[in-house]
Every structure is written in C-alpha cells, then in structure tokens.
C-alpha cells in the first residue's frame, strides 16, 4: 500500500519533475505514488509532464469555492497533497479536510521573505537586496494563511559576495529538487502510517 498524492502546479512542473525522477530511484522502495497532477493553467508545462507519465492530468479554472479541487481530490483518493509551484489559494474547504497533509516548498527561510506575493524571483531579489548572508529552502504545512504553516524541513545554503538573485534563484532551485522529494516522501510515509493506524 501506498500514500496517493496530488500535485497542484501553476507553471513549468521542475519540481514536480525531480518528485518523479526521485520516486522512480526509489522504484519499489518508495511509499507514495502521484495520482494526478492538478493545474490552475490549462498551458502550465506540468500538465504535459503528467501525460506523458499517464498520470491523470486536471485544469481547474480558479477562482473556485473548493467544491471542485475537493472533488477531484476525493475521485482519486488522495492522501497527501503537495504544491509545487502552485500560486493560488488553497480553498479553505481543502485545508480543513487535509490539514496537516497539505505540503508547500518556498525559496527562502521562513518566517522570513514568506507572504502573500512573496514567490519566484521576488524572493531572491528581497534576499539580495536585503544583504543576507544566507538563504534556504522551507518545506511547511500549508494553513489558512500564506507561508505560516508549520515548518517539516529547512536547508540552508550561503549567499555569495555580489551575488545575483537570478544566480540565487538557480542555486536554491536545485536545492529544492532534491530537498522537497525527499521531504515529501518521509511525510508520505507517515501519513500512510496514521491511515493504517486508525484505519
């Protein structure tokens, strides 16, 4: 048995990519598997990236009163929901029935640089203007309120002397793909441990 998990994407899917690619290394190792792939963009480049892995692959225009998303989640049995790229909101309604199984990367230490409008190069151009001397990657648990959920995980990495943010952007993109897989899979492995446990 394995936990089943949705994954909502806005853009290109890099992340959702290297969850694939991670899953597939581990191949029967692993304890999860991506159901489907749901996107608020009928173009996002994700979506293609599902169908060629014959994973069920869902637009859902937005704005939505979370009637539909928690259909969709319901037909395909999810357990865990991850967001990768995703720039909606999560509808209430959803958080309510998956709280504590609903996973979000962001490209800087939370609580710092995290918001409503805080993603992609924002960030890292806060960052740099800001003068840190270091940056990150935060897993949390996604609640009513923008990158205030619970943190599951946070690596850190230096920022360079004059460094750029778009140079920034490239170095913390590689730190979540192999960060936010691994994450996602040790939360997927306890989420199916509490199923079984009260089931």
């Known amino acids: 048995m394995r936990s089943r998990i949705a994954v909502l994407v806005s853009g290109r899917g890099s992340n959702l990519q290297a969850l694939l690619d991670h899953l597939d290394r581990l191949d029967d190792a692993r304890t999860s598997d991506v159901v489907v792939v749901i996107s608020n963009r009928s173009e996002a480049a994700a979506l293609e990236i599902a169908r060629r892995r014959d994973i069920p692959a869902e637009h859902l225009a937005f704005p939505d009163d979370g009637t539909a998303l928690m259909a969709l989640l319901g037909r395909h049995r999810v357990d865990l929901v991850v967001l990768a790229g995703y720039l909606k909101r999560v509808p209430a309604e959803v958080i309510r029935e998956y709280r504590g ?55 850190r990495i230096p920022v360079g002397a004059g460094e750029s943010a778009q140079s920034l952007a490239g170095r913390v993109l590689e730190l979540e793909h192999f960060i936010y897989p691994r994450t996602i899979e040790m939360v997927a492995a306890l989420t199916l441990r509490d199923t079984r446990t009260s089931a």
Request: no cysteine.
């Open 101 to 155: 199984r609903v996973l979000n990367v962001h490209p800087a230490l939370l609580p710092s640089f995290g918001g409503e409008g805080m993603y992609g190069s924002r960030v890292h151009e806060a960052v740099v203007a800001a003068g840190e001397r270091e940056t990150g990657v935060t897993i949390h648990l996604v609640d009513d309120e923008y990158d205030r959920g619970s943190i599951v995980a946070q690596w």
